[in-house]
């Protein structure tokens, strides 16, 4: 019997268990991503206070750049002869970032549990890092730094927006 899957065998050198390693830290990065960048869409459309205009604007930018980066990272499960995520499902089986749903946030909270979001993205990130170097997976490695910066500014800046004084 033909392997169903054998069509998505993409070639890679990267051997088996390494590249399964790798996809599997891509694939909760990609869940987290999906998560974070929700979040940031659902505080951006409910965000109110004094600040209102600059927070909506800045989460706005900063779910844009989530967004952006999750193309690339589920191509780089795929170019490592993997499968990623497939639905909504398989995010919330994934995501460590834990959902907000309550009716109401203030904008100091928004900026704070999205500052620790991102700041444990971060986290993920650096370890994938370590994983993507052993497997000796250069792309995704230079990647990653991209990704960690892109997180690691995000954090700050909705720590300097959420500064008093």
Known sequence: MADPAAPLKTPTDIKTNAAKTVAQALNGILADSFAIYFKT????WHVSGPHFHDYHLMLDAQAAQIFATT????ERVRKTG???LRSIGD???HQTIKDNDAPFVSAADMLAEL???NL???ESLREAKD???DA???ATSGILDEWTDQAEERAWFLFEASRKG
């Open 131 to 133: 994983i993507v170097d």
């Open 120 to 122: 444990k993205l971060v």
């Open 41 to 44: 869409k659902n505080f951006h």
């Open 82 to 84: 993997n499968t990623t």
């Open 91 to 93: 995010v919330s089986r």
């Open 71 to 74: 193309d690339a990272i589920a």
């Open 136 to 138: 000796k997976d250069n």
């Open 115 to 117: 500052r620790d979001d």
